[in-house]
T-cell receptor, first 117, second 111 residues
């Protein structure tokens, strides 16, 4: 149980284009999903909290117009990196909280490696 | 400054040796989680500790939660190369379920 998938697992795009990353909870309903960014050999940095049916809450320093988050259903959240630049290249990981379980545990997707050329 | 201070940052040991990773904070947490992450993959939840003083065992891994619920430790007995990875502690200091992560400990077990 508690499986989270991400698609794509890796993507290469040209500077100036937009990229959409999907995060799905496969066997539970996730009222809350989280998007993280991770640089090599570093810990996870929370970018935003995504709540189903409402606007995402962004962490300080994260541009909401650049990183568009949509949480249209209880099993799907998407992150769109708009007008991507090489500095946006990173490992993006989503997680989902199983609201039915009542705890703070988050289950993570396998991550998406974004490379902007 | 990070809410959760993890140490050491790097650990390289020989197969069969023991190791301990520490996670400390000045804040009280209702629970702490430990995750293990391999390169190119997402973190995998190992355990959640909830009660002060709690000890949980997962095969050769032993997790402790401090009495005051401000710190935790992960001890691996007779480490194996398969234990290699990035170990992360995390906790939600408030009721919004946002996890705060430690900086991580990169463990390398040499065969």
């Amino acid at each position: 149980g508690a499986v989270v998938s991400q698609h794509p697992s890796w993507v290469i795009c040209k500077s100036g284009t937009s990229v959409k990353i999907e995060c799905r909870s496969l066997d539970f309903q996730a009222t809350t999903m989280f998007w993280y960014r991770q640089f090599p050999k570093q810990s996870l940095m929370l970018m935003a909290t995504s709540n189903e049916g409402s606007k995402a809450t962004y962490e300080q320093g994260v541009e909401k117009d650049k990183f568009l988050i949509n949480h249209a259903s209880l099993t799907l959240s998407t992150l769109t990196v708009t007008s991507a630049h090489p500095e946006d290249s990173s490992f993006y990981i989503c997680s989902a909280r199983d609201g039915g379980a009542g705890g703070s545990e988050q289950y993570f997707g396998p991550g998406t490696r974004l490379t902007v050329t | 400054t990070q809410l959760l201070e993890q140490s050491p940052q790097f650990l390289s040991i020989q197969e069969g040796e023991n190791l301990t990773v520490y996670c400390n904070s000045s804040s009280v947490f209702s629970s702490l989680q430990w995750y293990r992450q391999e390169p190119g993959e997402g973190p995998v939840l190992l355990v959640t500790v909830v009660t002060g003083g709690e000890v949980k065992k997962l095969k050769r891994l032993t997790f402790q939660f401090g009495d005051a619920r401000k710190d935790s430790s992960l001890h691996i007995t007779a480490a194996q190369p398969g234990d290699t990875g990035l170990y992360l502690c995390a906790g939600a200091p408030s009721n919004d379920y946002k996890l705060s992560f430690g900086a991580g400990t990169t463990v390398t077990v040499r065969a």
